[in-house]
Every structure is written in C-alpha cells, then in structure tokens.
C-alpha cells in the first residue's frame, strides 16, 4: 500500500501565531565595490568597519549652496573594497544557511543603484563565486551523506510537500528515466564553463550540528518579477534554451515553433497563511553543480526573454528559492519516517533587487519608462513597509502595512512578520555621479536597520533515540565483514542466527556410510542433530530470554538518555538564550557606543560650528558698535553744524536787520537834513522879504527830540555842507602797571586790524580761567566781543582784581569795562564842537558817546576752588554804589 504525508511549510505544528517575543534588528550591511578608473571622483570613504561616511562633490555643493555636508552611516559591518567574497558569505549568508539545516528560513537581498556589484555579489563569476553558489556548495557539503533518494520528497504545488514510501520513489525515478525529453544528471558530464571553478575546494565549508538521524532533499526554484508580474525562469519552453541553434545571421533558430512570451504567476496563501508563487517549477537537486546548472538555466532563459521583448534585465527583480525538506528516519535507521508531523520544510530566499536609481537618470522613454516607473514604485512599497513597520514598533501604533501594493513585499511579508531572518547587503558605488543616488540608498538602509523582527522558535526534537543511522550502518558493516570471513547463512535462517550457531554448536561426526548395512553412522548422526536441535531450542529460549531483557533495558536506557538529551537540549536551549541575550546586549552597547560617538561627532560639529557663530556675532558686534560710533559722530556733526548754521544764520540775520535799520536812521537824517536846509533858506528868504535885514547870521538847527538821535554816517554826503569826521577820543587801558595779569581771551573772538590794542605786559594768556592761572596773579581782564547796534564789532575790557576767599579758591571783583568801538565817521552840516568841550553850541550838553567810557560797574563774582569761569560766566547782577 502507497502512503502519502504532506509536510507544511515553513513548519509544523500546526499554524499558530509565533509566541516567541524575542526579536532581532534587520541585519544590514554595506558592500563597497572599487572605483572605475583611478582618477575618478569619489564621495565614499570607509572610516570603520561599521562605518562609511559621504562626502559631497564639489560641484554639488556650489550648486546646493552647501546644503550636502559630511554624513556618517553605521551598519552592522562595512566590506571594503579589499573584501573577498568568502569574507563576505562567512558574515552574511554563512549564519542563513546553518538557520536553513536547522529548519529556520532566511531572506537575504541586495540593494543598490545599478553599476553597484550587487549581481556580483549575489552570483559572482568563476574563480570569485558569490554567495548564492556559496551557498548551495554549503548546503550539499554539510548534507551529502544523509541525503534521501529521489522523489522521496515530493512538492504538491500548494506550498506543501508528500513524502513517498521507497516503491513510490522508485517508480517515479523509472518514469524520469524513461523520458528522454528530460535531461538527466549523469555523475560525469562536462560542466558549462560559464560556472565552472565558481568555488575552490580550498574554499569549501559545511555546518556544524547537522542532524545525522533525519533525511535532506534540496529543492530550487528560480523566478522574475518584471513590471510587477511574476515569470518562472525554469518553466519548460518549445525549444531547449541552454543549447539553441543559430542560423548565419547570428540569431536563433526556432525549427518548428516561435519564441512564446512567458505566462505571469499569480501569488496564493497556502493553509498556513504564507505566501507562494501558484504553479513555479520546483526542480529536486543532488548536487552544487546541478543546482547550479538548473541556475544557470534560467539566467539564459532570462536573457533570452529580455532579448526578445526588448527588456533590461538590470530593471527587475530575481528571486532563486533554496527548499530543503527533512524528516526524521524511524527506529532502525533505514527508511524515512512515514509522520506528517516531523517533516520539515525551511527556505531561504536570495533576491537581487533592481536598481533603486531614480526614472530621470535611465532616460528611458515611452514603454521603457513605464516600466521604469513600475520598478520604482516597487521599490518605493518596500520602503513605505518598512517605514509602517518601524513606526509601529517604535511609536507602539497598529498601522495596517501595505504589503498588497506590490508583487515583493506581498511574496516576503512573512519575513518581516516573524517566519525567519532578514539581511540585506547594501550595495554602493563611490563615484561621485552615484552620490544622491547613494544618498537615498544610505537613509533607506538607515531605516531598515531599525525594523525589528520576530526570532523564529526551534523545531520540536524527534522522540526517537540518537544515532540511529551510525548504529544501522555499524550493524550492515559488521554484518558484511563476518558473512565474508564464514561464508553465506544456511537456507531458511537468519544471518545472525546462523552466526551464532556456527560458533556455540558441537562438531558433527563423521557422516561416511560404510554399507547398507551400516547402522551406526546414521544413529549416531541423528543423535548428534537431536542435542544440537535441542541445544539450538535452549539457545533460541535463551536467545529471546536475553533480547526482551536487553531490549527492556535498552528502552530504559533510551528512555533515560532521552530525557537527558531532551534535558542537555533544554539547557542547550537555555545557554544559547543567554548567549544570545548577551550578543544582543553588547550588539546593544556596541550600538550605543557607536551612537555615542555619532552624537559626540555631532556635538563637536555643533560646538565648532557654534564656535564659528560666536565668532561671527562678535566680528558683526564689532561692526555695529563701530557703525553706531561713526553714526553718533555723524549725528553730532550733524547737530554742531545745524548749530553753527543756526548760530551764522542769526547773526547774518541779526547783522541785516542792524544794517537795515542803520540806513532807515540815515536816510531818516539825511532827509530831515534836506528839510532843514529848506527850513533855513525859506527863514532867509523870509527875512530879507519882510525885513530886509542884511545881516547874515549862521542857521542853527532847531532842537527837536527827533534830532538827540545820535549822529550816524550819512548815506548821501553830498547833501548839505560837509564837515570833517571826528574821530571820538578813547581813554587808554588802565592796565598798565606793574601788576600781573591774567589776560582772559576766549577762542571765539575775532582778530581786528585796528591801531589801538590792549598791551598787557607781563600778562598769562589763558582762553579760560584756572584757578592755577588765577593763584598766580592779582588782576584779571575779560576780552569780549559783541556786535554794536550800527553791525560794527565792538570790544569791551572787563577787569577786575584777584584776591582769595576763605575756602581757598580764588575770586574775582569786576571793577571796570573799557569798551573800544570802531566806527566810520558821519557828515554833518552843523559844526560841533571838540569832543572835549561836551556841550553844543546852544549851550546843550552833548551825549558822551563818542568819548566818554559807556559804562562804568564793580561786580562781585566768587569762584570758588575747582570751578571754571569762562566766556559764559555767572554773576551776582547787583550793582556797587559809585564812591562820591
């Protein structure tokens, strides 16, 4: 009877959410490929070996104003340009494969803009295989020996596998050999050399751990999401795409059919709610070379199809799928074990994402440029998962994540819901043409690394005792070797009884008849047979008596080293979680670390460009407060100059109106002149009409109030008879003595050309008083000048005597003013006397103006010590009583 179990995938039992609350941060890392030529520009520099830092172009920063500065990124580990690609798959894909063995599954995609080395380091080429040939030579290595036969493991095209008894397994290995259409894996054939030497045997590894009691069975498959539809790179084609013939022309012959476009897949949920592609060949592989070959196929398939329909293979997304199906073999250690539920099916997934470069850059155009669009809004879904998913692990929301927008994330959302690990190598190029591209490739890597995911829980541990496989295959050597040293067992029995007879049983007699009548030969021999028959009932008896006691003891001692590996596990288990907590805590410090230093980078980057700040708000203080003191200096000229304006201003105004009214008082006496001579002539010619006196007596002018006013200079001295011009005498200065003086000449007076000047011998010029200047001298004169009522300038002397007061200062006792005035002589018609006689001829006493000292005054002014008296000085305005 054929039995048929259908395993589950990726795990059994049944589903159920995972329950395990440890997570674990994406894992991402940072691939720097070499620059093209060595002179190129490069924005791209390794600071760590978690760190990369990106330096601006030139050119970008005078364009953007400087706007791009130096930016660090930090990633679980940075690979330089020296990496070789076994470094590489030690770190990155080496940990996903043992997790495979191990019944976990694993994503691992690169990232990049295209040009980055991200095929290379997903396929690589002969002589620097990447990690995907890396990885398959991994998984035979470690599981080559305890392989399962063909179509033991069979897929059930709904994400599922049947496991098939060893006749069912046998008949569908007769009907693949039969069929010719499909090529067989012969032990010898010529491997393409377009794979060939992908991996050195010196550079071949395995896994440790490796269960040697379960059966393996690798499965591939190879898919393309192009313009967001799903395309399966192995799905057969009319005509054979590894081998196609050419015609003279260079193009491929298609004999009896054309070239048919392939059928897009569809994704379907299986019963355990994860993700396949519905109907995607999966192709059962023994071997690294057929593995992949069976890649290689459908890379060829892949360019052909790209050729065809006019498509850049760099603008779609590759997916090769790794299956292993295990399960655990039964208690002899022979057949795999016919349970549902101790199969296991785990995968791991290694996806060469498209280049990530934005549609502007492919210059790309109609058809093209839609399907460049469709890419980078793939692309785009990606990031928007990944954005959702870390807002809501780090804010705490349940925002729905929007995996259906798009055909990759809706295929790997199990990933990132729990259902296995996740790393991504990010793929980067340091020219500096790549340098925004590279930018947005950094923030997306940045954030990704953040994204937590749930840790996938242990498979449950097969009840039955280990080594069972070693103890089968010791048993079938043993075995051989002693049926090769005694020869084949006798018909009927058992190898081991047979054995065990040989060597406990008595020797037979001998068995040669003598004759007919021979009666003790046959006796003697069937008495022989009889005590070995009964020795071999007692050996049998015994033999049972001694296997259900040694069995009895074995399941005891099963049952005991069971319990103790189910405990030595579950402390494995334990310890591991330790070791795991401790990883994660220094990952976690070493994190901290590198975000302390990050932020103390970033602390001296604020404090010097502070620093720059400070130093530029001084430089504009300084300018300010310089500009302000220019502007005050400004504003008093300004007001210094307004004064003086104002100050010239009044005085021109002041001296016009003087003028003014200096010609309205001539002209008022030049007219009252002309009537005077009018008057007179009319007296004279009155005279001599009624009295006809002869005598002729002198005109005198009639005194009238009008004609006080004094005589000033005539405007018109043509009219009437002219007179010579007195000059008014001035009494001389009283200084001259021998007294000390202390000659007071303020600054703002003006030099005069006039012959009489005040000499003061003997005297200290100050242009203001001190008491220093004062101390030292006992007279004090006061030079000061205003403008007369006529516009002249006239000059007044006030002295006075120094004596000291009680509080120690010094004080001044105005005794005198001389007034010295320049004028211009007025003429007149009357004659008048000399300036001494002082009265007119009328006998009326004539104004002293002209000669004699205005104003005679003794004022008393106190300075006391540390005052200042200058040309504005204060006095009391009382005024002395004249001595009689």
């Given at each position: 009877m054929i039995r048929q179990m259908k395993g589950k995938t990726p795990r059994r039992p049944p589903p159920k959410k995972n329950s395990n609350n440890q997570k674990d941060p994406v894992g991402v890392y940072c691939r720097v490929r070499p620059l093209g030529a060595e002179d190129e520009e490069c924005c791209i520099e390794v600071i760590s070996n978690t760190t990369i830092q990106l330096h601006a172009p030139d050119g970008l920063k005078a364009n953007r104003n400087g706007e791009y500065k130096e930016t660090q990124y930090s990633f679980k580990k940075v690979f330089g340009i020296k990496t070789t690609q076994m470094e590489l798959f030690e770190d990155v894909a080496k940990p996903l494969v043992e997790d495979l063995i191990h019944c976990k599954n694993g994503l691992l995609f690169t990232y990049g803009v295209t040009g980055s080395g991200k095929t290379f380091t997903m396929t690589g080429y002969p002589g620097q295989g990447g990690l995907l040939p890396r990885s398959l030579d991994m998984i035979f290595n470690s599981i080559g020996p305890y392989q399962a036969k063909r179509y033991v493991f069979k897929p059930d095209d709904k994400n599922g596998m049947e496991v098939q008894n060893q006749v069912d397994a046998l008949l569908d290995r007769q009907k693949r050999d039969s069929q010719t259409t499909v090529p067989k894996t012969p032990t010898t054939r010529r491997i393409d050399p377009e794979f060939a030497d992908m991996i050195s045997p010196e550079e071949a590894c395995k896994a440790d751990g490796v269960d040697e009691d379960s059966s393996y069975s690798v499965f591939v498959s190879y898919i393309e999401i192009y313009n967001n539809y799903i395309y399966d790179l192995l799905e057969e084609t009319p005509f054979d795409p590894i081998k196609p013939k050419w015609n003279g022309a260079g193009t491929p012959l298609r004999s009896n059919t054309e070239f048919i476009p392939p059928q897009s897949k569809l994704l379907r949920e299986d019963q355990n709610h994860n993700m396949y592609v519905a109907g995607c060949t999966e192709v059962e592989v023994k071997s690294t070379e057929e593995a992949f070959e069976v890649f290689w196929r459908g890379q060829k398939k892949r360019r052909i199809a790209n050729t065809q329909l006019n498509r850049e293979s760099s603008r779609s997304h590759s997916v090769f799928i790794i299956k292993l199906a295990q399960a655990p073999l039964d208690a002899d250690g022979d057949n795999v074990l016919q349970d549902k539920n101790q199969v296991n099916v785990s995968q791991l997934c290694l996806v060469d994402l498209a280049g990530s470069e934005r549609t502007s850059r492919t210059r790309a155009e109609g058809n093209r440029l839609r399907e460049a669009g469709n890419i980078n809004q793939s692309l785009m879904t990606l990031r928007t998962c990944i954005e959702v998913l870390r807002e809501n692990q780090m804010c705490g929301t349940n925002k729905m994540v929007p995996y259906r927008d798009s055909k990759v994330t809706h295929l790997f959302k199990n990933y990132f819901d729990g259902e296995g690990k996740v790393r991504m190598v990010v793929c980067v190029n340091p020219k500096a043409d790549d340098y925004e591209e590279t930018l947005l490739v950094m923030r997306f890597a940045e954030m990704t690394q953040e994204v937590e995911v749930a840790r996938p829980v242990d498979r449950p541990i097969c009840g039955f005792a280990a080594g069972r496989?070693?103890?089968?295959?010791?048993?079938?050597?043993?075995?051989?070797?002693?049926?090769?040293?005694?020869?084949?067992?006798?018909?009927?029995?058992?190898?081991?009884?047979?054995?065990?007879?040989?060597?406990?049983?008595?020797?037979?007699?001998?068995?040669?008849?003598?004759?007919?009548?021979?009666?003790?030969?046959?006796?003697?021999?069937?008495?022989?047979?009889?005590?070995?028959?009964?020795?071999?009932?007692?050996?049998?008896?015994?033999?049972?008596?001694?296997?259900?006691?040694?069995?009895?003891?074995?399941?005891?001692?099963?049952?005991?080293?069971?319990?103790?590996?189910?405990?030595?596990?579950?402390?494995?288990?334990?310890?591991?979680?330790?070791?795991?907590?401790?990883?994660?805590?220094?990952?976690?410090?070493?994190r901290l670390?590198?975000?302390?230093?990050?932020?103390?980078?970033?602390?001296?980057?604020?404090?010097?460009?502070?620093?720059?700040?400070?130093?530029?708000?001084?430089s504009l203080q300084q300018e300010l407060e310089s500009r302000e003191h220019r502007l005050q200096r400004e504003l008093s000229d300004k007001r210094r100059m307004e004064t003086r304006m104002q100050g010239m201003v009044s005085d021109t105004k002041l001296k016009w109106e003087k003028e003014c009214e200096r010609r309205v008082n001539a002209k008022q006496l030049e007219m009252q002149n002309k009537l005077w001579v009018k008057d007179e002539k009319l007296k004279q010619l009155k005279a001599i009409v009624t009295e006809g006196k002869s005598e002729n007596r002198q005109p005198q002018r009639p005194s009238r109030e009008k004609d006080k006013v004094p005589p000033k200079r005539s405007v018109s001295p043509s009219l009437g008879p002219t007179v010579p011009p007195v000059r008014p005498l001035h009494r001389r200065s009283h200084s001259a003595g021998g007294e000390r003086w202390v000659d007071h000449k303020p600054t703002t007076n003006v030099?005069?050309?006039?012959?009489?000047?005040?000499?003061?011998?003997?005297?200290?010029?100050?242009?203001?008083?001190?008491?220093?200047?004062?101390?030292?001298?006992d007279k004090y004169v006061l030079t000061h000048q205003e403008v007369a009522s006529d516009g002249e300038i006239q000059t007044k002397l006030i002295k006075g005597e120094v004596f000291k007061t009680r509080g120690g200062g010094q004080a001044v006792q105005f005794t005198d003013i001389e007034t010295l005035k320049q004028e211009i002589p007025v003429p007149t018609s009357r004659k008048r006397r000399s300036s001494g006689s002082g009265a007119t001829p009328d006998g009326e006493p004539m104004d002293g103006n002209w000669t004699d000292v205005e104003t005679r005054c003794s004022v008393a002014v106190e300075m006391r010590a540390g005052s200042n008296l200058g040309p504005g000085y204060q006095h009391h305005g009382y005024q002395k009583r004249r001595k009689p």
């Amino acid at each position: 009877m054929i039995r048929q179990m259908k395993g589950k995938t990726p795990r059994r039992p049944p589903p159920k959410k995972n329950s395990n609350n440890q997570k674990d941060p994406v894992g991402v890392y940072c691939r720097v490929r070499p620059l093209g030529a060595e002179d190129e520009e490069c924005c791209i520099e390794v600071i760590s070996n978690t760190t990369i830092q990106l330096h601006a172009p030139d050119g970008l920063k005078a364009n953007r104003n400087g706007e791009y500065k130096e930016t660090q990124y930090s990633f679980k580990k940075v690979f330089g340009i020296k990496t070789t690609q076994m470094e590489l798959f030690e770190d990155v894909a080496k940990p996903l494969v043992e997790d495979l063995i191990h019944c976990k599954n694993g994503l691992l995609f690169t990232y990049g803009v295209t040009g980055s080395g991200k095929t290379f380091t997903m396929t690589g080429y002969p002589g620097q295989g990447g990690l995907l040939p890396r990885s398959l030579d991994m998984i035979f290595n470690s599981i080559g020996p305890y392989q399962a036969k063909r179509y033991v493991f069979k897929p059930d095209d709904k994400n599922g596998m049947e496991v098939q008894n060893q006749v069912d397994a046998l008949l569908d290995r007769q009907k693949r050999d039969s069929q010719t259409t499909v090529p067989k894996t012969p032990t010898t054939r010529r491997i393409d050399p377009e794979f060939a030497d992908m991996i050195s045997p010196e550079e071949a590894c395995k896994a440790d751990g490796v269960d040697e009691d379960s059966s393996y069975s690798v499965f591939v498959s190879y898919i393309e999401i192009y313009n967001n539809y799903i395309y399966d790179l192995l799905e057969e084609t009319p005509f054979d795409p590894i081998k196609p013939k050419w015609n003279g022309a260079g193009t491929p012959l298609r004999s009896n059919t054309e070239f048919i476009p392939p059928q897009s897949k569809l994704l379907r949920e299986d019963q355990n709610h994860n993700m396949y592609v519905a109907g995607c060949t999966e192709v059962e592989v023994k071997s690294t070379e057929e593995a992949f070959e069976v890649f290689w196929r459908g890379q060829k398939k892949r360019r052909i199809a790209n050729t065809q329909l006019n498509r850049e293979s760099s603008r779609s997304h590759s997916v090769f799928i790794i299956k292993l199906a295990q399960a655990p073999l039964d208690a002899d250690g022979d057949n795999v074990l016919q349970d549902k539920n101790q199969v296991n099916v785990s995968q791991l997934c290694l996806v060469d994402l498209a280049g990530s470069e934005r549609t502007s850059r492919t210059r790309a155009e109609g058809n093209r440029l839609r399907e460049a669009g469709n890419i980078n809004q793939s692309l785009m879904t990606l990031r928007t998962c990944i954005e959702v998913l870390r807002e809501n692990q780090m804010c705490g929301t349940n925002k729905m994540v929007p995996y259906r927008d798009s055909k990759v994330t809706h295929l790997f959302k199990n990933y990132f819901d729990g259902e296995g690990k996740v790393r991504m190598v990010v793929c980067v190029n340091p020219k500096a043409d790549d340098y925004e591209e590279t930018l947005l490739v950094m923030r997306f890597a940045e954030m990704t690394q953040e994204v937590e995911v749930a840790r996938p829980v242990d498979r449950p541990i097969c009840g039955f005792a280990a080594g069972r496989r070693q103890r089968n295959q010791a048993f079938k050597e043993e075995l051989t070797r002693r049926l090769d040293e005694r020869g084949g067992p006798v018909d009927g029995e058992s190898p081991s009884v047979f054995s065990q007879l040989l060597l406990s049983f008595p020797a037979l007699p001998p068995c040669e008849i003598s004759g007919p009548n021979d009666d003790v030969t046959l006796p003697r021999l069937i008495e022989a047979l009889e005590k070995r028959h009964k020795i071999r009932q007692m050996m049998v008896e015994e033999y049972n008596k001694t296997a259900n006691m040694l069995k009895s003891v074995l399941q005891e001692q099963d049952g005991n080293i069971l319990s103790k590996e189910n405990f030595i596990s579950e402390q494995r288990g334990k310890l591991g979680e330790k070791d795991k907590m401790i990883q994660n805590q220094k990952n976690e410090i070493d994190r901290l670390e590198k975000k302390s230093k990050m932020l103390e980078y970033k602390i001296d980057i604020l404090q010097k460009t502070t620093n720059i700040y400070e130093e530029d708000k001084r430089s504009l203080q300084q300018e300010l407060e310089s500009r302000e003191h220019r502007l005050q200096r400004e504003l008093s000229d300004k007001r210094r100059m307004e004064t003086r304006m104002q100050g010239m201003v009044s005085d021109t105004k002041l001296k016009w109106e003087k003028e003014c009214e200096r010609r309205v008082n001539a002209k008022q006496l030049e007219m009252q002149n002309k009537l005077w001579v009018k008057d007179e002539k009319l007296k004279q010619l009155k005279a001599i009409v009624t009295e006809g006196k002869s005598e002729n007596r002198q005109p005198q002018r009639p005194s009238r109030e009008k004609d006080k006013v004094p005589p000033k200079r005539s405007v018109s001295p043509s009219l009437g008879p002219t007179v010579p011009p007195v000059r008014p005498l001035h009494r001389r200065s009283h200084s001259a003595g021998g007294e000390r003086w202390v000659d007071h000449k303020p600054t703002t007076n003006v030099e005069l050309d006039t012959v009489m000047q005040p000499n003061l011998p003997n005297a200290i010029k100050v242009s203001a008083p001190t008491e220093k200047a004062l101390s030292k001298c006992d007279k004090y004169v006061l030079t000061h000048q205003e403008v007369a009522s006529d516009g002249e300038i006239q000059t007044k002397l006030i002295k006075g005597e120094v004596f000291k007061t009680r509080g120690g200062g010094q004080a001044v006792q105005f005794t005198d003013i001389e007034t010295l005035k320049q004028e211009i002589p007025v003429p007149t018609s009357r004659k008048r006397r000399s300036s001494g006689s002082g009265a007119t001829p009328d006998g009326e006493p004539m104004d002293g103006n002209w000669t004699d000292v205005e104003t005679r005054c003794s004022v008393a002014v106190e300075m006391r010590a540390g005052s200042n008296l200058g040309p504005g000085y204060q006095h009391h305005g009382y005024q002395k009583r004249r001595k009689p």
